[in-house]
């Protein structure tokens, strides 16, 4: 008698769909590949996750709400607002860079993905600017940053730290300096909305 094999469940596929994007790229990857790594047909998949498109959008997501997650307990934290905001932009620019330097196949797979998925990536970043408007209202709440608007202040921190987690600039994110260009830019953002 063979083992029964672990019921298909959504997070299995996108497992197997990680795996498959890492081996093939997303432009030679298929459902059938990620089916075949399954053990399963194609539409079992399809069952899951009705288009490749769907299939994509749901792995982008996935891997995006990885980061996100990370960053919302910083942004639930009890600790001051300033060593927040320095923790959030150090914890997103650790977590571009360990995902480029750990896994550059994959990376450069999300790359292009990402670039296919925009409702996935503009809900993302407005899940990002919005931990970031939580920080700036607390400051502000406090007493210890100055902004009349949180939210235009955090999308404006978001846009000037771009260089430190937006894809584009992976290549310069292991450079010799970039980590003290980083902090040096942290630096100034939190001393410039100081009370």
């Known amino acids: 008698m063979t083992p029964s094999s672990p019921p298909l469940t959504a997070e299995r596929i996108l497992e ?9 790229g997303p432009a030679k990857a298929t459902v059938v590949d990620v089916a075949r790594a399954l053990g ?11 288009t490749k498109t769907a299939l994509r959008e749901a792995v982008t997501k996935r891997w995006l709400d990885r980061t996100t997650d990370e960053l919302a307990v910083i942004t639930a934290a009890g600790a ?4 927040r905001l320095r923790d959030w932009l150090a914890t997103l620019f650790t977590a571009k860079r360990r995902k ?4 550059p196949e994959l990376f450069a797979t999300y790359r292009e993905l990402v670039t296919l998925s925009g409702d996935v990536v503009d809900a993302h970043l407005v899940e990002l600017t919005d931990q970031l408007t939580e920080i700036v209202r607390e400051g502000v709440a406090r007493g210890a940053f100055a ?15 771009g260089r430190f987690h937006d894809p584009e600039y992976a290549a310069e994110w292991e450079k010799p300096g970039a980590q003290g260009d980083f902090d040096a ?7 410039g909305l100081r009370v």
Not at 16 to 24: C, G
Not at 41 to 47: D, E, K
Not at 80 to 83: F, I
């Open 16 to 24: 197997a769909t990680e795996e498959v994007l890492r081996r093939h």
């Open 100 to 103: 480029a330097g750990a896994d």
């Open 185 to 191: 830019l942290v630096d100034l953002l939190v001393r």
């Open 40 to 50: 399963v047909s194609h539409g079992s998949v399809y069952r899951h996750f009705g």
């Open 80 to 83: 001051d607002p300033a060593t």
């Open 147 to 161: 902004s009349a608007d949180p939210a235009v202040t955090a999308t404006a921190l978001f846009q000037a730290t």
